[in-house]
Structures are given as C-alpha cells and as structure tokens.
C-alpha cells in the first residue's frame, strides 16, 4: 500500500479529467463531483504520506539509450515534496470546492473542472519528478493547462489575449531552461537529479560553465515564477476565473519556480555569481511590482501584484542561499493568497462582476464573513504579528540583514509598500460609503464559497507559528537580528498603513495619480513596440525572399529556364526526313572527328 499511494495521489487527477472529457462533459454536476472526488483522494493520500516516513516509490525505466542517456519516471518523496504535496493539494481541494459556487452558472464548467484536474496533475508531477526530463514534461503541461484555464471564456478578446500572452511569455523562459538542463546533462552524464549532485564537485574548475547552466535554468523560474522582466504575463492572467488565478497564485503555477529552485539547489548553490543576480532579480521585482501596486484599480490586479512582490521576495532568499526561509514564504503565502483572491471573488461575483475598487465600499456591512477573511489574509500579507507573513517575510529581511546591506534596504521598503497598497485596497473596497448600486445591494455568498474562506483564514491566521518554523526555517540567533528586524519591518507597516489610511479614508476618487505607476513603468508598451518592429524587420525579409529569391529565382526563373530550352529544341524538330538525315550525318562525322583528332 505504501508503494501505491504516491501513484494513486499522482494519477487521480488525470483520471478524473480523461473521465471527464470522454464520458461526462455533458453532465455538469457529475463532471465537478468526479474532479472534486479525485482532488480529495490526491489530498487525503498525501495527508498519509505526510504522516508515514516509510513510504516509498517503484522507479521503472522509461527511457535507456545503449546506457548513454536513462531516464526513469520515478517519484521523490523526500520531506520538502511530502510537504509541498499537503499544501498543492489542500489548497486545490479549496479551490475546487469553492468553485462549485463560483462557477455554478457556467456553459463550460464541464471543461472548467476537466482543465482543474489535469492542471492538478501537471503540478503534482513537478512536485514528484525526481529527474530534468520528467520534471520538464510537466512543466510545460502546467503551461499548456494554464493556457486553458485563463482562455477559459476564449470568446472575450481580453481573456484569449492574457492566455496567448502567458503561454508565450513563459516559453522565452523555458527556452532557457531547457538549455540548461542540457548543459547539466552533457557535464554530468545524467538527468536524476540524486546523481548529478554528487557529480557536481567535478565541475569546481568550470565556474562560468557552471554559472551560465545556472542561470539558464533560472530563467524557467523567471518565466514561470513571473520575475522581472517576464512579469508581464501575471497580472493579465486575471482575465481567467477567479478561482483559477487564485490556484495559479497560491501554491501551484507560480510556486512552481520556487519550487524548482529549491529542488535544484545544488546547481544554482554552485555559483556564487548565479546566487547574486538571482537575489537582485528577486529584489527587483519584489520593489517593481509593490510600486505598480499602489497605482491598481482593479482588486484582481492588485493581488497579482502583491503575488509578483511576494514572489520576489521567495526568489530573493534563495539567491541569499536560504532554502528554507523561500520554502517557508512559499508556504504561508499560499495560504494567505489563496485566501485573498477567494475573498476577492466573492466580492466580484456579489457585486455582478463589478472589479473597479471604485465602484464598491462599505462591503464590510454587506458582506461581513468576506471582509473577516480578506481582512486576515491582508494582515498576513502586510506581515502583521502574529499571522503567518509576520514570521516568513521577517525571515528573509533577517537574511537580508545579515547577507547584504543593499538588498535588506530594498526589502525594507518593499514592506512599507506592501503595507501601504494592502490598507488602501482594504480602506477603498469594505469601508466608507457604497459608491455604486451594486455595492448597496450586496448580500453575503453562499456557504460553498464562505466555508473555504473560513477555514483559509484560519491557516492565514495560525500559519506561521511552530509547525512550519520549527520543520522549515532556522531563524538567526545574534540578539541585533532577532530584535531590529522586526521592530523595522513593524516600522514600515505602521506608516504604511498610516499614510494609506490618511490618503484613503472616506475617498471617493483616487487621490493620486502617478502615470509611471500606472501605466507599470511602461514595460508592456516597451516590449509591444519592440515585437511590431521586429516583427515588421522580419516580415520585410521574408518578403523580400518570397518575392526575389523564391518566386522571381527559383520559382519563375526555374519555369523560364525550363521554357526557354524547350523553344531552343523545337527548333530542331521540323518534321522533315531530310532534315533529320543530314543532322544524323552531321553528328555521325563530329564524332569520327573527336575520335581520331582528340
């Protein structure tokens, strides 16, 4: 039986979706039911797991090329993927059950749940993939059931766009990933990752070798992890259904490059200039994003860019070579996102879809289980004590403190940021006076969509004190650390909130208006003028070679060629006897002529 389980939590899902697309997309409820089953199963065996420490996995060889390149689809069960296994599939399970609500009027909620599950069966294989090659197998199914759930309502321009865009994007990164894994491979010998560790200290002599393999596979956590500068896919990718983005924020798509990072280690370890650009790339797009914050609109957009902030944050401590304070980030965040983006869609599906900030408030009188939810999900976020951020971003401005002087500053104030455009958020939708009808009119959602809610909060709450610290996270000891870290990260969440709460209160417009914020420090803009002219450069080659090499040379000049050595023949053939035997004649004594002369 133990052998058996981590298949049983691996293959559920992909059960429930093949079901679901052969046999029930026609039954609606029987479609959400079989995919709900099998997330449930997928958690309850991981919960086992979790609990049993002797649980292991067959290993069977799928691929053996005369021994030169092996590949086995085998399963890691050590703690970090037993835990992690726990979190995908708890927060999965959430997911699919508040979407009952959310989606209960949907035309493709068949399709929905059936994307859900294979979506759930991508992750989990990343989480369970003990070598490159299975490990990216289900890295790009991930992107490709991403693709479907934000294209979820294909027939809206805006939401086919943010799908084509997320795919694309995350492509450029995984470009470079791939390349990395194969320059692992090539100085190793092996794709598993349990024997290339012990293989790397062979290549202590190649640095740069080392450092450009790292790199490389960095960027598949850029692009899939939304760092700066393929962060521009993330905060489109809200086009898809609420409870799709929180899935793809809390612990599955973007954690995914976390994830990855951790699992692996050993390469990115082995470079300490690798380690450098990873902790400032990290850092800047924790302090980018957090500025694009303040300037937001659209409560589903303000998420995902926290999501991208926190994110940094996660990618900063790995770069600062802490492991367990990312693993640590990655899991109280998920806690606390998912919670947040749930409590943002019960919003937006009681006020009819309505997801301008400004056209809400007071929701805190109307919705009452939903402001209690999102407001603990919002302390967490801010790393008020005691909820969970409290503990796991002041481990890694403790990091920072201790490892870099300039990094620490950077994340200091991305605190005060956060602080800031979170207390906005709260200030504009829950409090004040109703500024649309919508708003005056809101009830509280059903009991599928609040209990998930609930039972999120408390996880939020609760998150961050012994369980994970104590199994994840070896917080420093020297008394300067432990004492001035918090009390600055506090610092900055007071006045934080304070400026928010004296800019915002009682506001019915926005009172700022700082168009470099908006308008995201114009990256989109920069990367859709660098893409027309590129793709005007090349779209004049390729003409250019149609035109004049293709048709003009090989196409029509084959033909002319072909014509004109035709009309050169015909002129030798008359139709006449005689002019037929005098020709014969003629090359009969042209030939005696080289034969005896030549």
Known sequence: MNQTLPWIILLAPLVSAAVITLFTIRWKPLSSFISITAVLISFVCSCLIFLRPDVSAAEMTWIDIAGVFRVPFGLTLDQLSKTMLVLVSGIGATIHIYSLGYMRDDEGKSRYFAALSLFMFAMLGIVLANNFVMLFIFWELVG???????????????????????????????????????????????????????????????????TIAALLIFCGAVGKSAQFPLHVWLPDAMEGPTPISALIHAATMVAAGVYMLVRVAFVIQASQTALLVVAWIGTITAVMAALIATQ???????????????????????????????????????????????????????????????????????????????????????GCPPFSGFFSKDAILALAYE??????????????????????????????????EAARESSESPPVMTGPLIVLALLAAFGGFAFFARNFLALPREKEVVLLVPALAIGMLVLGSLLAIALYRNRTSEPLDIELLRRKFYVDEFYRRLIDWTQEVLARICAFFDRWIIDTGAVDGGSRGTLGIGALLRLIQVGNLQTYVFLFGLGVVALIYFAVFR
């Open 296 to 382: 937001q609109n659209d409560i589903k957009r303000i998420l995902a860019y926290s999501t991208l902030s926190q994110l940094g944050y996660m990618v900063m401590a790995v770069g600062l070579a802490s492991n367990d304070a990312a693993m640590f980030h990655l899991f109280t965040h998920a806690f606390f996102k998912a919670l947040l983006f749930l409590a943002a869609g019960s919003v937006i599906v009681m006020l009819h879809h309505e997801q301008n900030i400004w056209k809400m408030g007071g929701l805190s009188r109307t919705l009452p289980i939903t402001f209690v939810s999102f407001a603990v999900g919002a302390l967490a976020l801010i």
């Open 403 to 436: 490892r870099n002087a300039w990094i620490f500053v950077v994340g200091v104030f991305t605190a005060f940021l956060t602080a800031f455009y979170v207390v906005r958020l709260l200030a504009v939708v829950f409090f004040g006076d109703s500024r649309s």
């Open 144 to 210: 490709f059931t991403s693709y479907v759930l934000i294209g979820h309502w294909f027939y809206r321009d805006a939401a086919a766009e943010a799908a084509n865009k997320a795919f694309i994007t995350t492509r450029i990164g995984d470009f470079g990933f791939m390349l990395g894994i194969l320059m692992i491979w090539m100085a190793t010998g092996s794709i598993v990752f349990a024997e290339i560790i012990p293989r790397m200290s062979g290549l202590a002599g190649h640095s740069a070798f080392v």
